[in-house]
Each structure stands twice: as C-alpha cells, then as structure tokens.
C-alpha cells in the first residue's frame, strides 16, 4: 500500500460502492460449462456494474461446491433448457429470465 497506494485505490472505492449503493446478486443457471457460454455471456460481461456479483451454476463438481456453500441456488435452475438468470437484491429474486438484453437493462438502472 505505501509503495503504490493509487494502486490500491480502486479496491477501497469499490467497497464504498458496495456499501453505498445497493447491488444485485445474478445467477447464471445453465446446462452447459462456462467455456461454451463464453460467447453468449460476453455482452453481460460488457455491461458496467461494478455493484453485482456474478454466481454460475453449470454442470458438474463445481456445481456441487456451490451448492454447499450457496445452499439456495438447489431451486435455480435453466428454465426450458436455455440459460436462465436469477437476478436478487436485498434478499429478494426477480422472475428469471432467459433474455438477456432484460438482464442488461436491469444491470443498468
């Protein structure tokens, strides 16, 4: 910190945001692994909000880690075989969705 405290900067600002501004939780439920959503995902990816927590629940052991540690998200599941996305804030989900343009709209507001 004292060698490069501009540096560090961002990390401190960040969590005031956090602790500003109310954040969204968004799980991404999908029947298929990250590598193959990669592309499909890039537009959220692009979408500035610092304040969200990303959690994926794909197929296979690291579905079964998260599910220890994230209780919650056994119920979240793709809707209909597509990707689907959970969107919380203050304890409290949204419908999911599988649009994704929706998910960016409300990433934004």
Same mark, same amino acid.
Request: hydrophobic share 45%; aromatic share 12%; charged share 25%.
């Given at each position: *910190?004292?060698?490069?405290? /501009?540096? #560090? /900067?961002h990390?401190?600002? !960040?969590a005031l945001?956090? %602790?500003? $501004?109310?954040?969204?939780?968004?799980? $991404? /439920? /999908?029947?298929? @692994?990250?590598?193959?959503? #990669?592309e499909?995902? +890039?537009?959220?990816?692009? !979408?500035? %909000?610092?304040?969200t =927590?990303?959690?994926?629940?794909?197929?296979?052991e690291e579905? !079964? #880690?998260?599910e +220890?540690?994230v209780?919650? =998200?056994r @119920? *979240? $599941?793709p809707r209909e075989?597509?990707m689907t996305?959970y969107?919380?804030? @203050?304890f409290?989900?949204?419908?999911? !969705?599988?649009k994704? %343009?929706? =998910?960016r709209e409300?990433?934004?507001?």
């Open positions: *910190m004292r060698r490069h405290p /501009a540096g #560090r /900067a990390h401190f600002l !960040t945001l956090f %602790a500003l $501004v109310p954040g969204y939780e968004v799980l $991404v /439920a /999908a029947d298929r @692994d990250y590598e193959q959503l #990669r499909e995902l +890039k537009p959220l990816e692009e !979408t500035f %909000a610092p304040q =927590v990303f959690l994926y629940r794909l197929p296979g579905y !079964t #880690r998260l +220890k540690i209780p919650f =998200v @119920d *979240m $599941v075989g597509e996305f969107i919380c804030r @203050d409290a989900c949204r419908q999911p !969705t599988t994704l %343009a929706e =998910v409300i990433l934004r507001s």
